[in-house]
């Protein structure tokens, strides 16, 4: 069988070949089975052409229709197989990646076209897939406990069983369960406090089952940014650890995307303290036997964490509209900091001579050794650098310390971007008034490729552009007659878009009690797994989905989507995050509200306009299009030529 999809000549340059197929391909080969000709799309595969022959880094901005995710598929497979190394796709979330791999999704259209076996599969996060010892501790708890039975009794039957597997499959995905809403989800699925490298059931988790079946991958890896990130990071800690790092090594990574690596970089690099892990860990050591000083500084250990975690609540206070709480950080928890590191320092050294009296299991050792590794890097950059970000969580198993950097670049630099591979960034926005530097700048790229390509659609014919106006100051009352209006205009298929979780759950009070949408079927997000809820929405013609993480990637062509009710202006929350961003801005709301806004206000409006055929109109409901003229005319840059932004 012929490794390319096209006949290979030997002495011609590789990747011209491909260019040539790939020409062919979308000059003739799918306007044969009933695709358009796109310019767009043979402009941009030239482009991707030198990025790939000289392994540099492009920033391809492509707006919708252009059929931007096609052209990348076929570079990254022809020379993943060029390579022997599968290629990574990484997506920006969970959500994305459904669509690239559902039934009618580009993968499976490339498949039927162009006759083409693709080896793609799947390599989800960590947190989407079942943690067996959560699941045991849910079954035992108060609430929803026949629910959790219920999954306990599911397992595949080889979980459970000492003796040798002689045939076993990946389970535990996200997506196997989605009658579970996401908080039960989230009381059995993996966290970041699971210690996985001492679990006993880990050789029968999902998860590693998963991980194995991925990694034999011969075309492409599907990711998401997270996931990927995730394993950067944790890349050489592996490695010291005997693990497999997290992907495979890999030809060439595509950040589908590509504007929203930089928060995900953020998240991978976060620290995460918990005082009831700590002990837990710690106080393995107890169970061997230890020198009385090393027992003496565990407990003081203990009482020092103790201590630490109960003034840091004292030290906290709620942001409202968010989950996580500001710390005010002053002497005497620096100083409470400074104790507990002391501590730590005694406990490390008492940890060389019990290993060289080789009484500790070393396993078990090198575990401890690197968590207490990672709390004295966190609770250093805790103490001294001013290029953090820290909060607290708060939770039924107690307060988490989260402490982020604010730059990530240093990191990407070497661990990404030096590893001399094409890299490709693909979304319809990547520039900022048609420059790239931001973004590069931002992400610790030196040296990139970048091209523009507008979108082929007449939006003038296909969209209406709707900002209702206002007699009592878009009240909450005002704001939902005005959305159970448009929902009755199209007769629900619609996407209703909100910035934040509470404003959808408000929504989601009220609107059972307007009998105008009595009869409508209505999805939120976070009562099932998202893709169920989306593949429910786009097979139920006149359904209604509600979301929060869907104002980017969301592909649903037809008559589904024919309704767009931006719910307000999605600014960024106050949380600790945007807080310390708006700290360093001379101009806060110029320079982080606003662009943040404007982008994600611009993905939004692309969720409804996916091919030539669709049509539709997008409300907007805000009042501060109506009183600020400047922000009216921004907005107004965002719609394509040709639409206006009309007062209902």
């Known amino acids: 069988m012929n490794r390319y999809p096209f006949e290979y000549e030997h002495n011609k340059p590789f990747l011209q070949q491909v260019g040539e197929w790939i020409a062919d391909v979308f000059y003739d080969i799918l306007p044969e089975a009933g695709f358009e000709v796109r310019d767009e799309q043979i402009y941009m595969a030239f482009q991707l052409e030198r990025a790939f022959a000289e ?23 022809c020379y993943a197989r060029y390579t022997r190394k599968p290629a990574i796709i990484a997506c920006a979330d969970e959500s994305l990646i459904e669509q690239l791999v559902k039934p009618e999704g580009d993968l499976a259209k490339l498949a039927k076209h162009l006759t083409l076996a693709i ?10 897939y079942l943690c067996l010892v959560k699941l045991d501790n849910a079954r035992s708890d108060y609430e929803d406990v026949d629910l959790y039975k219920s999954l306990y009794e599911d397992l595949p039957a080889f979980v459970n069983k000492n003796e040798g597997m002689q045939a076993f499959y990946a389970y535990g995905d996200r997506k196997q369960y989605p009658h579970l809403n996401d908080n039960q989800w989230d009381r059995v699925s993996w966290d970041s406090f699971q210690d996985c490298f001492v679990c006993d059931k880990r050789h029968r988790c999902g998860q590693t089952l998963s991980r194995e079946h991925y990694r034999q991958s011969t075309d492409l890896i599907i990711c998401s940014h997270d996931f990927y990130m995730e394993h950067v ?34 998240k991978a690099l976060t620290y995460k303290l918990k005082h009831n892990v700590f002990e837990e860990l710690i106080t393995r050591l107890l169970k061997n036997e230890i020198r009385e000083t090393l027992a003496v500084l565990i407990d003081e250990a203990i009482e020092r964490s103790e201590s630490l975690f109960e003034l840091l609540e004292r030290h906290s206070q709620s942001i409202p509209g968010s989950d996580r709480k500001q710390i005010i950080i002053d002497d005497r928890l620096l100083q409470e900091v400074a104790l507990f590191r002391k501590v730590l320092d005694g406990i490390e050294e008492e940890l060389v001579f019990e290993s060289e ?25 805790f103490q001294h650098s001013r290029s953090l970000i820290c909060w607290v969580t708060d939770s039924s198993t107690g307060l988490t310390l989260v402490i982020m950097p604010k730059a990530v670049k240093e990191v990407l630099q070497e661990r990404v971007f030096a590893l001399n591979i094409p890299i490709v960034f693909s979304s319809a926005t990547l520039s900022v008034g048609g420059s790239f530097d931001y973004l590069a700048y931002s992400l610790g790229i030196e040296n990139y490729l970048s091209f523009s390509v507008e979108s082929p659609y007449e939006y003038n014919n296909q969209m209406e552009v709707i900002a209702p106006s206002w007699t009592k100051g878009a009240s909450f009352e005002e704001k939902m007659a005005a959305a159970v209006r448009m929902l009755a205009r199209t007769e629900g298929r619609a996407l209703v878009l909100f910035p934040s979780r509470e404003e ?39 359904s209604i989905l509600c ?19 931006v719910w307000s202006l999605p600014f960024p929350p106050q949380d600790p995050v945007f807080m310390a961003r708006r700290q360093e801005a001379d101009s806060p709301y110029e320079e982080v509200d606003l662009p943040y806004m404007l982008l994600r206000l611009k993905q939004g409006i692309g969720r409804l306009i996916r091919s030539r055929e669709d049509s539709g109109i997008i409300s907007i409901l805000s009042k501060e299009i109506h009183e600020d003229a400047h922000l009216r005319v921004l907005v107004q840059g965002l719609l394509p030529q040709g639409v206006d932004l009309k007062d209902e």
Not at 57 to 77: D, N, P, R
Not at 517 to 539: A, K, P, W, Y
Not at 547 to 565: H, K, R
Request: with cysteine; net charge negative.
């Open 357 to 381: 009296l080789y009484t500790l299991n070393d396993y078990q050792l090198r575990i401890v050794e690197e968590h207490l590794e990672m709390m004295q890097k966190a609770l250093s950059l």
């Open 504 to 542: 959808l759950q408000a929504f989601k009070e009220a609107i059972s009690h307007f009998k105008e949408c009595g009869s409508m079927r209505i999805g939120f997000e976070g009562d099932r797994e998202i893709s169920d809820l989306i593949s429910t929405f786009q097979q139920d013609e006149t």
């Open 233 to 266: 990071w944790t890349y050489e800690g592996r490695k010291r650890e005997g693990q497999l790092p997290l992907l495979p090594d890999h030809s060439a990574v595509v950040f589908d995307e590509g504007h929203l690596l930089e928060s995900a970089a953020q």
């Open 55 to 77: 392994k540099q880094t492009i920033f391809a901005e492509a707006g919708v229709g252009t059929g931007k995710t096609l052209v990348y598929l076929l570079y990254a497979i």
């Open 119 to 128: 080896d793609a599969r799947l390599g989800k996060s960590q947190d989407r």
């Open 547 to 565: 979301a929060v993480t869907l104002w980017e990637g969301l592909d649903i062509p037809g008559p589904s989507l024919s309704n767009v009710i």
